[in-house]
């Protein structure tokens, strides 16, 4: 099993430039997750999925937009980059809500220039 | 005030010292989780608890459900325990609030 992987793993971008980040799992999870993780912040939830076909908003997600066409996919796409959402960007999975353990992938550091 | 508070930000240890890292949440939760972010940045999942304690070999997670309060101990401290620990914490559906994250270096 490879687990959670994330493509790409840096990416430098000019404002307003557009690029979608791929997570994909293995595992047949049935939630997956996007995160953002910016100094002396805890991680924010971007967008999540509770299943193919279904996304939904998370804390911060405004200037993203996600989709899940594939259980095992989970796109996260900027469609005019922002130097503001310069981060390390993670994709995590689960088998379903409430007690579960969440994997995580490697990360994707983005800089938006 | 964040939902979920770590203390201490910051943890300078010497090799062979006991460790903890403590994390109180203002929210009813469903489960609270201990996470270990490598300095290479990876993200692992250490604990998953509801009640009680657990234990993974030099490692210890408690929780106190009626203080909301948990805390994650390490025995016998070694320099490959550097790494930033985070708390999360489940509440209803399918979200987790994160802690800030504790940076921990253990010098040999």
């Known amino acids: 099993n490879a687990g959670v992987t994330q493509t790409p793993k840096f990416r430098v971008l000019k404002t307003g430039q557009s690029m979608t980040l791929l997570c994909a799992q293995d595992m047949n999870h049935e939630y997956m997750y996007w995160y953002r993780q910016d100094p002396g912040m805890g991680l924010r939830l971007i967008h999540y999925s509770v299943g193919e076909g279904t996304t939904a908003k998370g804390e911060v997600p405004d200037g993203y937009n996600v989709s899940r066409l594939k259980k095992q996919n989970f796109l996260l796409g900027l469609e005019s980059a922002a130097p503001s959402q310069t981060s390390v960007y993670f994709c995590a999975s689960r088998v379903s809500w409430s007690t579960d353990t969440q994997y995580f992938g490697p990360g994707t550091r983005l800089t938006v220039l | 005030k964040n939902e979920v508070e770590q203390s201490p930000q910051n943890l300078t240890a010497q090799e062979g010292e006991f460790i903890t890292i403590n994390c109180s949440y203002s929210?009813?939760?469903?489960?609270l989780h201990w996470l270990q972010q490598h300095p290479g940045g990876g993200i692992v999942s250490l604990f998953m608890?509801?009640?009680g304690k657990k234990k993974h070999g030099r490692l210890i997670a408690t929780i106190n459900i009626q203080e909301k309060h948990s805390s994650l101990h390490i025995t016998a401290s070694h320099p490959r325990d550097s790494a930033v620990y985070i708390c999360?914490?489940?509440?209803?559906?399918?979200?987790?609030?994160f802690g800030e994250g504790t940076q921990l270096t253990v010098n040999p």
């Open positions: 999360a914490v489940g509440t209803s559906g399918s979200r987790l609030t």
């Open positions: 929210v009813g939760i469903s489960a």
């Open positions: 608890l509801s009640s």
